[in-house]
Nanobody, 125 residues
C-alpha cells in the first residue's frame, strides 16, 4: 500500500502562484509514477500532470503547459506541483496519484492505484 497526503492548497488571486506537495509513504517511492489530477464542482476529474518513476518523463495537460511544473524528490518521498499564472478555471480539488512503475497512459486516471485525499485550490478574480 502507498499512502499519499497532499498539502499546499489555498486561495490565491488570478495570476498568482501556489505550490502543492504530495508526501508518499508505505513503499519505495522511487518505483512509482506520480500524477496530479483535479476535479472542479460539477465536472469530471481531469488530468493535470504526470512524472515517470525515473523522473525522466513529464506529461502535462494542454491547459496547464507553460504554467505548471511537476517534480519529485525521491529522498523526501515527495512530488510537487508548482502552479504559476493561475486562472479562475484552475479552481478545483487537486489530487495526487501513484502507480507502480508506469501506467498504461499517464493521463488516464484509471491507470493509477493510489490516491490522496485532495487539496482545494481556489483562484479568485
Amino acid at each position: 500500500q502507498v499512502q499519499l497526503v497532499e498539502s499546499g492548497g489555498g486561495r490565491v488571486q488570478v495570476g498568482g502562484s501556489l505550490s502543492l506537495s504530495c508526501a508518499a509513504s508505505g513503499r519505495t517511492f522511487s518505483n512509482y509514477a506520480m500524477a496530479w489530477f483535479r476535479q472542479a464542482p460539477g465536472k469530471e476529474r481531469e488530468f493535470v500532470a504526470a512524472l515517470s518513476w525515473w523522473g525522466g518523463t513529464t506529461v502535462y495537460a494542454d491547459s496547464v503547459k507553460g504554467r505548471f511544473t511537476t517534480s519529485r524528490d525521491n529522498a523526501k518521498n515527495t512530488v510537487y506541483l508548482q502552479m504559476n499564472r493561475l486562472r479562475p478555471d484552475d479552481t478545483a480539488v487537486y489530487y495526487c496519484a501513484a502507480v507502480y512503475k508506469s501506467p498504461s497512459s499517464y493521463s488516464d486516471a484509471v491507470g493509477y492505484d493510489y490516491w490522496g485525499q485532495g487539496t482545494q485550490v481556489t483562484v479568485s478574480s
